[in-house]
């Protein structure tokens, strides 16, 4: 394990890096922060030794760069100057550890020990979470229109080209996303996903390209950009279609020069970035709307990939169900089946919600049913159950009963905002009532989902989970 030591005391530094060297650890010593963050950028620094009083840069400063930058590195900070405030605020910035000079050789060891074996259980985590993910993220099916999208990502994920997901909300564009991921030779490297519904355009300029300290009121300190996040790995920009004409055209820009800059920075970051974007939108139609970029459509769409709709594959059903049900059943040894007629049901209906929506279901299955067996009465139970009552009833509430000219003769904003009401209604309804899950399921921050059933002076319902 290499170990950093950063501290503007020599013989500090020579005490510290003799004791670790003994105990065969690789030593690097830097006598500020500035010096052991060059070290660190070049380096593969698994533990730092942090003093808190340091020229040019503090350690506490420091500490809140390294972890940003750095989350996977440990940082035990040390000081001759110690008290419990400072512990405790270092402590809430990320300090694995805090050591009071004089150094205590045995808990030197013991920092070093304990942060070895910290690195070790995140990085058999990690392991863990890929293996599972490999699970997830399988394209299940075996129609037609399932292998041809097979055949597509085969091909594509060998380049680097910018690829175009399309397809219905829930048909299941991020799995074409990190399949291409998986398999191109950025695999080893990170998937970032940015969800471009759900960002305000206030902040979708920090949070793709990042910020430094203090560039608006909020920005309490540095933190990296999403392309930034995933400098030789790929990027994708789910829900493109939904992204402001500003925030377009500085996508544009970095997908063009691969470059970037901080907001509040004046510093060029040169950027390794594969993107892949999705969307459920006609982009085409956008672009003639102008509520859309040309030239970011062109830069986008080098390869189209558009994901079937699940009523475009019916055949894939049974076997979609059958997966989805044996990974909700986890170790039971009892597995619960649906008969002939339930599958022929279970066909043939449309699925609005796509393979999310046939998810959902699946999982609802294998929760509330008491058997093993399945059939047509039990499926449609299952599939009409309002989520927060199981009252039989369609989910949802009851669409307001006013007259079809009524509603057609309404401009386009009373129309929208008709809808809108209607559908947070739905969603509120079908989450329990609970706002972060609402919220989540529809991609806007809790915080924006409360601004709007204020606007349309919507209640919460009662929490019946």
């Not at 471009?196 to 608006?216: N, Q």
């Not at 055209?249 to 920075?265: D, S, T």
């Not at 558009?306 to 049900?325: A, G, N, Q, T, Y």
């Not at 009252?391 to 386009?412: M, Q, R, T």
Request: net charge negative.
């Amino acid at each position: 394990m290499s170990v950093l030591i950063i501290d503007d005391e020599p013989g500090i530094r020579r005490t510290l890096a003799s004791i670790l060297e003994d105990e065969r650890y690789k030593v690097f010593t830097a006598e500020d922060a500035i010096a052991g963050i060059e070290i660190i950028n070049k380096e593969k620094i698994r533990l730092v030794f942090l003093d808190v009083l340091l020229p040019r840069m503090g350690g506490l400063e420091a500490l809140e760069k390294i972890r940003a930058e750095n989350p996977q590195i440990e940082i035990a900070m040390i000081s001759g100057h110690a008290n419990i405030d400072m512990a405790v605020r270092a402590v809430k910035l990320g300090a694995f550890d805090f050591l009071e000079k004089p150094l205590a050789l045995e808990k030197v060891l013991t920092v070093a020990r304990n942060a070895l074996m910290v690195q070790r259980l995140k990085e058999e985590n990690q392991d863990l979470k890929k293996s599972t993910a490999l699970k997830e993220d399988e394209i299940i099916g075996t129609s037609k229109e399932i292998e041809k999208v097979r055949s597509l990502i085969a091909q594509a994920a060998a380049s680097d080209a910018r690829i175009l997901v399309t397809g219905e909300n829930g048909s299941g564009k991020e799995l074409v996303a990190r399949a291409i991921h998986r398999l191109s030779a950025r695999a080893g490297k990170p998937f970032v996903e940015v969800n471009c519904a759900a960002i305000p355009d206030t902040l979708i300029e920090t949070e793709l390209f990042g910020h430094e300290k203090g560039a608006f009121t909020d920005a309490v300190s540095f933190r990296k950009g999403r392309f930034e996040t995933a400098n030789e790995g790929t990027l994708f920009l789910d829900e493109i279609g939904d992204m402001s004409l500003a925030a377009q055209a500085k996508v544009l820009r970095a997908i063009q020069e691969q470059k970037i800059e901080h907001v509040g920075g004046d510093k060029t970051i040169n950027i390794d970035v594969r993107v892949v974007a999705a969307t459920n939108k006609d982009l085409e139609k956008a672009v003639r709307e102008g509520s859309f970029r040309q030239d970011l459509y062109f830069r986008l769409n080098v390869i189209p990939i558009r994901m079937p709709s699940l009523k475009e594959r019916k055949d894939d059903i049974p076997l979609l169900l059958r997966r989805f049900l044996e990974s909700f059943g986890g170790s039971s040894p009892e597995r619960i089946e649906f008969d002939r007629e339930a599958l022929e049901f279970l066909s043939s209906y449309p699925w609005p919600g796509n393979v999310r929506e046939l998810k959902n279901f699946a999982e609802r299955a294998a929760v509330m049913y008491p058997g093993t067996q399945i059939g047509l009465a039990e499926a449609k139970e299952l599939l009409t159950q309002n989520n927060a009552a199981g009252s039989g009833k369609p989910p949802g509430p009851a669409v307001p009963s006013f007259p079809i000219k009524e509603v057609l003769e309404k401009n386009y904003s009373e129309a929208k905002d008709f809808f809108e009401k209607y559908y947070l209604e739905f969603q509120l309804l079908q989450n329990h009532g609970i706002i972060s899950r609402t919220a989540e399921a529809i991609g806007i921050y809790p915080s924006n989902l409360h601004t709007k059933l204020r606007k349309y002076g919507i209640t919460i319902p009662e929490n019946k989970e």
